[in-house]
Nanobody
Framework: QVQLMESGGGLVQAGGSLRLSCAASGSIFSMNNMGWYRQAPGKQRELVAT???????NYVDFVKGRFTASRDNAKNTVYLQMNSLKPEDTAVYYC?????????????WGQGTQVTVSS
């Protein structure tokens, strides 16, 4: 089993910044991608950013240029630096990680952290 512990959410005014952290523990051998999803009220969970084991990042268009994802493999931790936040960024943010070989990969989720951006 893998446990993911998130931190860093909160309330911020539009234009402000927040930094989310997510630390993985447990059976984390062969950890592959880590990243972030978010879910706003009444909407489906959507991908925000992915970081490969080698540090390559991918972002969805609506956060490009504003959010930066990174990871520290030594600490088994993934980060999401969010700048120029907008009210529409308000959501519960979930970190995830993929563990195991490609043919038998498991995905684990954090408990979620609330990000609220006021206008």
């Amino acid at each position: 089993q893998v446990q993911l512990m998130e931190s860093g959410g909160g309330l911020v005014q539009a234009g402000g910044s927040l930094r989310l952290s997510c630390a993985a523990s447990g059976s984390i051998f062969s950890m592959n991608n880590m990243g972030w999803y978010r879910q706003a009220p009444g909407k489906q969970r959507e991908l925000v950013a992915t970081v490969t084991r080698g540090g390559r990042t991918n972002y969805v268009d609506f956060v490009k240029g504003r959010f930066t994802a990174s990871r520290d493999n030594a600490k088994n931790t993934v980060y999401l630096q969010m700048n120029s936040l907008k009210p529409e960024d308000t959501a519960v943010y979930y970190c995830y990680c993929n563990v195991g070989p490609a043919v038998a990969q498991n995905t684990y989720w954090g408990q979620g952290t609330q990000v609220t951006v006021s206008s």
